[in-house]
């Protein structure tokens, strides 16, 4: 991808001559006369134009060029300039060159710049920082352990004092230095370093998916507009039919009125339908971190998504092995059952057991239930593939059947056999099987996607 223009061109194209107003240019004064057209840049600090001369057919200081004017316009042939990256100046627009993107170079960028790679990255580092923070505490608390055992075993045989002993003892527990505490983070060690890559994998997953949808919402817009555009000329194509069926006296001037309602009705159509694509790309240039107007040519097309047959169970096998759901919840119950061991020396009936045991017994009910709830899941979004693919047959006939039913309804009203409120039925009934066609592909294949992830680690990463 080619970076940002960095410079600004002007071109000023006057019959007279070109001055610099303000006398310096940077380290020193411009001279020379410029002939008509002569392109004037900058590269150091800045050069002000304010009317009808300038002194040196090419000016280099600054950063920027400043038009005291209201506007600087070219009436010429058109100018291209370039420095890694073009901008072309043709009369009075200046367009950024256009990027070209594949969903995979999308995501691309989406995973490798950007505030959420960033993100991913920090969390990342998180977690090993995490892994090696438990890891030092485990180290921590092994030593003063030894220590307490060191001291036990002098104060037994009368080389220190058993008060000290006790002493510092108590001083390790409020600490934290504790056999519980040492299990609990040896746990926490293991686990956070299994689930590093998961954690990195699953934010992966869902900064793909967002990608995805962007991507997937500028094609679906597009093929709307054209759509909407295709809906359009056929109305003007009704609309020049109808009045020439009028003239001759086939036709009364309502039906005149009622095809020019329609060709109305559709520009509407057309131009909400570019709205809505515009936004699209707007909102696409902003996730991926471009300016708003940045123009990109999406060069995949609202295609269904080729896929090998799905195999169910291989897919709950899989996610049932992957997702991190029910890591996390095997993890809870062991850190639970960790500290609830540590509460034999309580009465059963204590409020502080009885609240360990339930918390334990609730991580336990989650654990049993996850693996059913991800095969639910996995399962019935096997059956919501498959449905959107049958939607998408569906679709696909339902507008060949009303193309059909429209080519052969219009021969019968230039016939004269069949009146114009049927035959705008049958050219609305096209116009909302193209749109329905696109939806379904788009609904299809982001469900393609999504049911990858389900079986898969997911998109949602543990805390750890």
């Known amino acids: 991808m080619k970076k940002e223009v960095c410079f600004t061109l002007i071109m000023v194209l006057i019959a007279g001559t070109i001055t610099a107003y303000g006398g310096n240019a940077s380290a020193g004064t411009v001279s020379a006369t410029a002939p008509a057209g002569s392109l004037v840049t900058t590269m150091g600090t800045s050069v002000t134009i304010n009317g009808s001369s300038v002194t040196g057919a090419s000016v ?62 920090l969390n990342k580092k998180s977690d090993n920082a995490l892994a090696k923070g438990y890891g030092e505490t485990v180290s921590k608390i092994s030593k003063i352990l030894d220590g307490l055992e060191l001291l036990d075993q002098y104060s037994a045989l009368g080389y220190v004092n058993s008060s000290t002993a006790i002493e510092k003892s108590l001083e390790a527990q409020e600490g934290g230095a504790t056999a519980v505490n040492k299990k609990v983070s040896e746990l926490r060690r293991d686990f956070a370093k299994g689930q590093i890559d998961n ?50 006296g086939m036709l009364a001037k309502k039906d005149v009125l009622s095809a020019e309602s329609a060709v109305t009705a559709a520009k509407s159509s057309v131009q909400a339908a570019r709205t809505k694509l515009e936004y699209a790309r707007m909102s696409f240039n902003y996730l991926l971190g471009f300016s708003a107007t940045q123009p990109v040519v999406f ?77 639910i899941e996995v399962r019935n979004k096997a059956a919501e593939l498959q449905d959107k693919a049958a939607a998408l047959e569906a679709a696909r006939s339902i507008q060949t059947y009303a193309q059909e039913g429209y080519r052969l309804i219009d021969i019968s009203y230039q ?28 609904d299809y294949d982001l469900a393609v996607y999504d049911f990858q992830y389900t079986a898969d680690v997911g998109t949602s990463r543990l805390p750890l």
């Open 299 to 375: 060069t995949d097309k609202l295609e269904m998504v080729t896929t090998s047959a799905i195999d169910t169970q291989a897919s709950v096998k899989n996610a049932l092995a992957s997702r991190n759901e029910l890591k996390g919840a095997d993890f809870a119950v062991k850190i639970h059952q960790i500290l609830l061991d540590n509460l034999k020396a309580y009465p059963k009936s204590s409020a502080t057991y009885m609240e360990q045991q339930v918390a334990l017994l609730s991580a336990e009910k989650t654990k049993k239930d996850a693996p059913v709830l991800i095969e």
């Open 415 to 442: 016939a004269g056999m069949t009146t114009l409120a049927e035959l705008q039925q049958a050219q609305l009934n096209v116009y909302k099987a193209g749109l329905a066609v696109s939806k379904a592909i788009s």
């Open 60 to 121: 280099t200081t600054g950063t920027s060029v400043t038009t005291t004017g209201a506007s600087v316009t070219t009436s010429g042939p058109s100018v291209t300039a370039t420095t890694d990256s073009s901008i072309t100046v043709s009369g009075s627009a200046i367009s950024t060159e256009p990027i070209c993107l594949s969903i995979k170079e999308a995501v691309k960028i989406m995973q490798t710049t950007g505030a959420r790679a960033e993100t991913a990255e």
């Open 199 to 248: 954690n990195y994998k699953a934010e992966m997953n869902q900064i793909e998916y967002e990608t995805l949808k962007v991507y997937y919402g500028v094609l679906l817009a597009t093929d709307n507009l054209k759509t909407e555009e295709d809906n359009l000329k056929t109305q003007q194509d009704i609309l020049k039919n109808t009045k020439a069926q009028y003239q001759a």
